[in-house]
């Protein structure tokens, strides 16, 4: 069995951002843009997603799992824009969810962020 590791560990906040363990990987926080309008929210999330990934030499492709968190869940049709625009088609099971987040800013600045769970081994990924 491969050991565990984790990446970009943030000893601040007590977390880490990417953890592997087998052939998964384990993506947390994920958060960018934050104090400007829900699309560059949204896309700042699965940018930061991209640059972890980036780490372990995977993509957005890799991603099978996210979970979406949304101050406000009415959002939720321009996260579905963004993904059509940056997932081709490959779309990993999700779901969202609403909720108040514990961050500087209050109301006014973290609106969206993504959780996600990637698997690292080479697959035909198709719409079937």
């Known amino acids: ?10 000893e601040d906040w007590s977390y880490t951002g990417l953890v592997e363990a087998g052939d998964f990987y384990f993506l947390n ?13 949204i896309n700042g999330a699965f940018d930061e997603m991209e ?5 372990v030499g995977l ?23 963004v993904i059509k625009e940056r997932f081709n088609g490959k779309y990993p099971a999700r779901k969202s969810i609403q909720t ?9 600045g973290l ?7 990637a ?3 080479a697959l ?3 719409r079937n």
């Open 124 to 126: 035909d990924i198709s």
């Open 29 to 41: 926080y994920c958060s960018g843009n934050l104090g400007q309008p829900i699309e560059d929210q």
């Open 59 to 81: 993509t957005l492709d890799a991603l099978v799992k996210m979970d979406c968190l949304f101050r406000d869940i009415w959002n939720l049709p321009v996260m579905e824009k």
């Open 1 to 10: 069995m491969k050991s565990i590791k984790r990446y970009d560990v943030q």
């Open 100 to 108: 108040e987040f514990a961050q500087n800013g209050g109301p006014e």
């Open 111 to 117: 609106l969206f962020q993504v959780d996600g769970i």
């Open 51 to 55: 640059r972890r990934l980036a780490l």
């Open 119 to 121: 698997y690292s081994k």
